[in-house]
């Protein structure tokens, strides 16, 4: 009775290892790359780094312990030696020796990508609220092109096995699904689905450019109280950033941090004159998108437009985007401008070729190539020239050129369009844009001096801390703004005398709005 006893009690602390599990086999192995090289998860420290292939292609590692609690979802991170790979993870709860290739058992599936030119698969491992406690065996797969099974049999690949202890749900839970809209230059608002666990507290949520997890000892950015699911960041121009999310159930009961969230700030709007030649692709603060149309704005990420010589000749210099795939749609968008001052045009060369070639072609029936404007960062486009079928370019140098004097944003955005349409068309061909400029059009709209325009003169300029205005009584408004676009001040009743004394020294733009409904703007400096 007592053996049995003991029996009972040792199959329960070791669980798992009393079943025999199945040696999945690779006929192709790994050595090619279609390997588990790196296996990481984050959140909780756990590292197995530079494995490489592993001898018929199976690791066991069962020695190695990975500690993940009921009700809570890890993100994780293989590396692999070569594309396309596909990876499953299982956990066998009910420790029978068998691996369920469906929910619960199988907790996570991926497929790789490319990650700053490392094939890679990220993905999450979802422990179900009511996954049993304690031991268990984890088996992580990878195949070459296809989707792995427990105990494969065939192809290119690798698995690994892992012991994972299972522990009780947390009483606090973390906020889940992060997202980032609205990034400009200086913010970014970020917002949750808030916890399962209703924190009585609030949020924290941690801001930084380093992709380090936090710890729980780490010390908040910011905070929302509770019920507040979304949250304005500071950040600062061009700059890659990760954050995270935890609630806050008491004083001494915070969650693990959430699955991070990654975005990247955009470039401070630029005052032209500008140019780009693409003689480095896409140029800087150029941003690549895919999908969609005018009216929705992009909806994804893949890249379409790429670096090459004009109208193909030379290897580089220029971008284009190769139309031949039906629902192929490339995005090519520029930074930001200030266009405030006004007074611009915007012109670029462009011109197609057949694929890979210099000779001409036509465009396909339902293909279109836009040139479009955004006035608010990019938000919602507006069609500034189209090409298709019926005005399809030549195979030489063709130089669009637009007087941008009615578009006077200070968050203006510029974007190159491609679309292949949905109709299979045999026309295979490249569309290319070189020399994006845009600069001062023959008339200015900022003068030193407004007395040609207008009877109203503003003096002195430079100035101290105030400026006299004559005719003040023909100026409904006025405000100054920095060259961000920003404005610092505004005058809503003109008198003679502006008082800009709380103003810091630099450059500005005074904008000053007629009464007519006319617009002057003049450059001023603060000695």
């Given at each position: 009775?007592?053996?049995?006893?003991?029996?009972?009690?040792?199959?329960?602390?070791?669980?798992?290892?009393?079943q025999?599990?199945?040696?999945?086999?690779?006929?192709?192995?790994?050595?090619?790359?279609?390997?588990?090289?790196?296996?990481?998860?984050?959140?909780?420290?756990?590292?197995?780094?530079?494995?490489?292939?592993?001898?018929?292609?199976?690791?066991?590692?069962?020695?190695?312990?990975?500690?993940?609690?009921a009700?809570?979802?890890?993100?994780?991170?293989?590396?692999?030696?070569?594309?396309?790979?596909?990876?499953?993870?299982?956990?066998?709860?009910?420790?029978?020796?068998?691996?369920?290739?469906?929910?619960?058992?199988?907790?996570?599936?991926?497929?790789?990508?490319?990650?700053?030119?490392?094939?890679?698969?990220?993905?999450?491992?979802?422990?179900?609220?009511?996954?049993?406690?304690?031991?268990?065996?984890?088996?992580?797969?990878?195949?070459?092109?296809?989707?792995?099974?427990?105990?494969?049999?065939?192809?290119?690949g690798e698995?690994?096995?892992?012991?994972?202890?299972?522990?009780?749900?947390?009483?606090?839970?973390?906020?889940?699904?992060?997202?980032?809209?609205?990034?400009?230059?200086?913010?970014?608002?970020?917002?949750?689905?808030?916890?399962?666990?209703?924190?009585?507290?609030?949020y924290?949520?941690?801001?930084?450019?380093?992709?380090?997890?936090?710890?729980?000892?780490?010390?908040?950015?910011?905070?929302?109280?509770?019920?507040v699911?979304?949250?304005?960041?500071?950040?600062?121009?061009?700059?890659?950033?990760?954050v995270?999310?935890?609630?806050?159930?008491?004083?001494?009961?915070?969650?693990?941090?959430?699955?991070?969230?990654?975005?990247?700030?955009?470039?401070?709007?630029?005052?032209?004159?500008?140019?780009?030649?693409?003689?480095?692709?896409?140029?800087v603060?150029?941003?690549?998108?895919?999908?969609?149309?005018?009216?929705?704005?992009?909806?994804?990420?893949?890249?379409y437009?790429?670096?090459?010589?004009?109208?193909?000749?030379?290897?580089?210099?220029a971008?284009?985007?190769?139309?031949?795939?039906?629902?192929?749609?490339?995005?090519?968008?520029?930074?930001?401008?200030?266009?405030?001052?006004?007074?611009?045009?915007?012109?670029?060369?462009?011109?197609?070729?057949?694929?890979?070639?210099?000779?001409?072609?036509a465009?396909?029936?339902?293909?279109?190539v836009?040139?479009?404007?955004?006035?608010?960062?990019?938000s919602?486009?507006?069609?500034?020239?189209?090409?298709?079928?019926?005005n399809?370019?030549s195979?030489?140098?063709?130089?669009?050129?637009?007087?941008?004097?009615?578009?006077?944003?200070?968050?203006?955005?510029?974007?190159?369009?491609?679309?292949?349409?949905?109709v299979?068309?045999?026309?295979?061909?490249?569309?290319?844009?070189?020399?994006?400029?845009?600069?001062?059009?023959?008339?200015?709209?900022?003068?030193?001096?407004?007395?040609?325009?207008?009877?109203?003169?503003?003096y002195?300029?430079p100035f101290?801390?105030?400026?006299?205005?004559k005719?003040?009584?023909?100026?409904?408004?006025?405000?100054?703004?920095?060259f961000?676009g920003?404005?610092?001040?505004?005058?809503?009743?003109?008198?003679?005398?502006?008082?800009?004394?709380?103003?810091?020294?630099?450059?500005?733009?005074?904008?000053?709005?007629?009464?007519?409904?006319?617009?002057?703007?003049?450059?001023?400096?603060k000695?």
């Open positions: 009775m007592n053996k049995s006893l003991l029996l009972i009690l040792l199959l329960s602390c070791f669980g798992f290892s009393a025999t599990y199945c040696i999945p086999t690779f006929n192709s192995g790994c050595s090619d790359g279609d390997q588990i090289d790196s296996f990481t998860i984050s959140s909780i420290g756990f590292n197995h780094l530079n494995t490489g292939c592993s001898g018929n292609a199976y690791g066991d590692y069962t020695a190695q312990t990975i500690i993940l609690s009700g809570v979802n890890y993100s994780f991170e293989i590396t692999h030696g070569f594309s396309n790979q596909f990876v499953k993870i299982w956990i066998d709860f009910n420790n029978d020796g068998i691996f369920t290739d469906a929910s619960p058992e199988l907790v996570a599936s991926a497929v790789s990508t490319s990650v700053s030119g490392i094939d890679t698969t990220l993905g999450l491992i979802n422990v179900p609220t009511g996954a049993t406690i304690g031991v268990h065996r984890m088996r992580v797969a990878d195949s070459y092109s296809s989707d792995p099974i427990p105990c494969n049999v065939d192809g290119f698995v690994h096995d892992y012991t994972v202890n299972i522990t009780a749900a947390p009483s606090c839970i973390a906020p889940t699904d992060l997202s980032i809209n609205t990034i400009t230059s200086t913010s970014a608002n970020l917002s949750w689905v808030a916890s399962s666990s209703v924190p009585s507290i609030g924290e949520y941690y801001l930084s450019t380093n992709s380090a997890y936090p710890t729980s000892s780490t010390i908040a950015t910011g905070s929302s109280a509770n019920g699911v979304t949250t304005t960041l500071p950040i600062v121009p061009s700059t890659s950033y990760y995270w999310v935890r609630s806050v159930c008491s004083g001494s009961d915070k969650s693990a941090w959430s699955i991070p969230i990654a975005f990247t700030s955009l470039c401070a709007p630029i005052t032209p004159s500008y140019t780009n030649n693409f003689t480095s692709f896409p140029g603060c150029w941003q690549q998108a895919s999908g969609g149309n005018i009216t929705s704005g992009s909806t994804s990420t893949d890249v437009w790429m670096e090459d010589g004009f109208l193909n000749v030379n290897y580089s210099g971008a284009k985007i190769n139309l031949f795939y039906q629902n192929r749609a490339g995005w090519l968008k520029t930074p930001v401008f200030n266009l405030l001052a006004g007074g611009y045009r915007v012109k670029f060369d462009y011109g197609i070729t057949d694929y890979d070639e210099t000779t001409i072609s465009m396909g029936s339902d293909d279109i836009q040139f479009a404007i955004s006035n608010d960062g990019g919602t486009w507006s069609v500034l020239q189209t090409w298709s079928i019926s399809s370019p195979n030489t140098l063709n130089q669009f050129s637009l007087d941008l004097t009615s578009y006077n944003s200070a968050n203006t955005v510029f974007a190159f369009y491609g679309s292949d349409g949905v299979v068309d045999p026309e295979d061909y490249d569309f290319f844009v070189d020399n994006f400029v845009i600069e001062h059009s023959g008339t200015l709209a900022t003068n030193d001096n407004l007395k040609k325009n207008t009877n109203v003169v503003v002195p300029n101290a801390d105030f400026l006299n205005v005719n003040s009584d023909l100026v409904k408004s006025a405000s100054i703004t920095d961000n920003r404005v610092v001040k505004r005058f809503e009743d003109i008198n003679t005398t502006l008082n800009m004394n709380e103003i810091i020294s630099g450059a500005y733009l005074l904008v000053l709005k007629m009464k007519d409904g006319t617009q002057q703007i003049q450059k001023i400096i000695k």
